[in-house]
T-cell receptor
Framework: DAGITQSPRHKVTETGTPVTLRCHQT?????MYWYRQDPGHGLRLIHY???????DKGEVSDGYSVSRSKTEDFLLTLESATSSQTSVYFC??????????????FGAGSRLTVL | GQNIDQPTEMTATEGAIVQINCTYQ??????LFWYQQHAGEAPTFLSY????GLEEKGRFSSFLSRSKGYSYLLLKELQMKDSASYLC?????????FGQGTELSVKP
């Protein structure tokens, strides 16, 4: 298994509260990603990082911020959670796969419910 | 929005062959990926195409035509365990952009 873990795996919170999801890797890969997955929308990119302190926005970045203070950790923060942010969040790392191409390896996912 | 499209659902019979199509529009194309995702699990890598043509890997093959913005995933000798969602995605720079996924149901 590629060394990628997400925490927490499940969280229920209330509207307006801050939430932080953590992604931790042991592969020393440069690129890390946060996606959300919702029925009918597939995987949508929230933010990604291409190195320590280097991040960029994805397709659905509004309401989310990220931080990467060290190679192994990529944090996703919802400053004030809303019900529309109820989703399954996947972290991914990019590393060499078969045929030499860089492929994404996903964490197990974090299911967030905002009441 | 995402410029990548694939059918929402498909149904096929055990032992048969099924083709899942994916069309995309993008500049700066750097490759086309297919992932498999079983219900309640994370997506896992299936195949990658960066040049035109067919890549075969056991029961699964993937095809790419860059000029047409078109790819397909071909699954042969379908098994019940192949029931899953199949996601196509294109690489654009450092990002991977996914389609909404095709839910494949394999019936006995």
């Amino acid at each position: 298994d590629a060394g990628i873990t997400q925490s927490p795996r499940h969280k229920v919170t209330e509207t307006g509260t801050p939430v932080t999801l953590r992604c931790h890797q042991t592969e020393n890969h440069r690129y890390m990603y946060w996606y959300r997955q919702d029925p009918g929308h597939g995987l949508r990119l929230i933010h990604y990082s291409y190195g320590v302190k280097d991040t960029d926005k994805g397709e659905v970045s509004d309401g989310y911020s990220v931080s990467r203070s060290k190679t192994e950790d990529f944090l996703l923060t919802l400053e004030s959670a809303t019900s529309s942010q109820t989703s399954v969040y996947f972290c991914a790392i990019s590393g060499p796969g078969p045929s030499g191409a860089n492929v994404l390896t996903f964490g197990a996912g974090s299911r967030l419910t905002v009441l | 929005g995402q410029n990548i499209d694939q059918p929402t659902e498909m149904t096929a019979t055990e032992g048969a062959i099924v083709q899942i199509n994916c069309t995309y529009q993008t500049s700066g194309f750097n490759g086309l990926f297919w992932y498999q995702q079983h219900a309640g699990e994370a997506p896992t890598f299936l195949s990658y195409n960066v040049l035109d043509g067919l890549e075969e890997k056991g029961r699964f093959s993937s095809f790419l035509s860059r000029s047409k913005g078109y790819s397909y995933l071909l699954l042969k000798e379908l098994q019940m365990k192949d029931s899953a969602s199949y996601l196509c995605a294109y690489r654009q720079g450092g990002k991977l952009i996914f389609g909404q996924g095709t839910e494949l149901s394999v019936k006995p």
